[in-house]
């Protein structure tokens, strides 16, 4: 059965700290691995990752995919207020339809 | 600007109801999915389309039906809603772009609440 797993379930940090966010992945047909931020509503697209050991990068945030290890990280460095969300992990497979497939996304307060 | 709609931000129904949950996407895309988001179980697949009136399972069908006949919409149904179908339901697409990756692009979902 495929699986993805995001660790922690949930993060309170305060404005300026560095966050890392753990996204790990066991699944058949891996395509891509993608990542998403989501406030108060429809969640939007961050980071595509296909190959690994390569750092995707915007702003404060960057990302990195172990294809080895089947796993992924978010950093935020230097966290504000509105970086606050639900951050979803998603990998892509292949096959019929192309499912994207979630995990269940951690929950990131920053507090000021 | 891509866009992914869905027909209303907040629902509330009766149980036993039938409702229709309504998506429309404007940017061609082949594959069309419907989500719930549950705390804690974060966004499971109902069901999904890869072209009009195609639809596969996804991984909790149960007491939901979906229906495709245009590319651009996909609708999904509720035969009898029960209260543990109250939930935050997101649509997404996707165009199919055979070797290429792509993304998910999501609506602004749908709060349902069934009492």
């Known amino acids: 059965e495929d699986k993805v797993v995001q660790s922690p379930l949930s993060l309170v940090v305060h404005e300026g700290d560095t966050v890392t966010l753990n996204c790990s992945y066991e699944v058949t047909n891996f395509r891509s691995l993608l990542w998403y931020k989501q406030e108060k509503k429809a969640p939007t697209f961050l980071f595509m990752l296909t190959s690994s050991g390569i750092e995707k990068k915007s702003g404060r945030l960057s990302s990195i995919l172990d294809k080895k290890e089947l796993f992924s990280i978010l950093n935020i460095t230097a966290t504000q207020t509105g970086d606050s969300a639900i951050y979803l992990c998603?990998?892509?497979?292949?096959?019929?339809?192309?499912?994207?497939?979630f995990g269940t996304g951690t929950s990131l307060t920053v507090i000021p | 600007d891509v866009k992914v709609t869905q027909s209303s931000r907040y629902l509330v129904k009766r149980t036993g109801e039938k409702v229709f949950l309504e998506c429309v996407q404007d940017?061609?895309?082949?594959?069309m999915f419907w989500y719930r988001q549950d705390p804690g179980l974060g966004l499971r697949l109902i069901y999904f389309s890869y072209d009009v009136k195609m639809k596969e399972k996804g991984d909790i069908p149960e007491g939901y039906s979906v229906s495709r006949e245009k590319k651009e919409r996909f609708s999904l149904i509720l035969e009898s809603a029960s209260t543990n179908q109250t939930s935050m339901y997101l649509c997404?697409?996707?165009?199919?772009?055979?070797?290429?990756?792509?993304?998910?692009?999501f609506g602004q979902g749908t709060r349902l609440t069934v009492v």
């Open positions: 940017m061609d895309h082949e594959n």
């Open positions: 997404a697409s996707s165009s199919r772009q055979g070797h290429m990756n792509t993304e998910a692009f």
């Open positions: 998603a990998v892509y497979l292949r096959g019929t339809g192309n499912q994207f497939y």
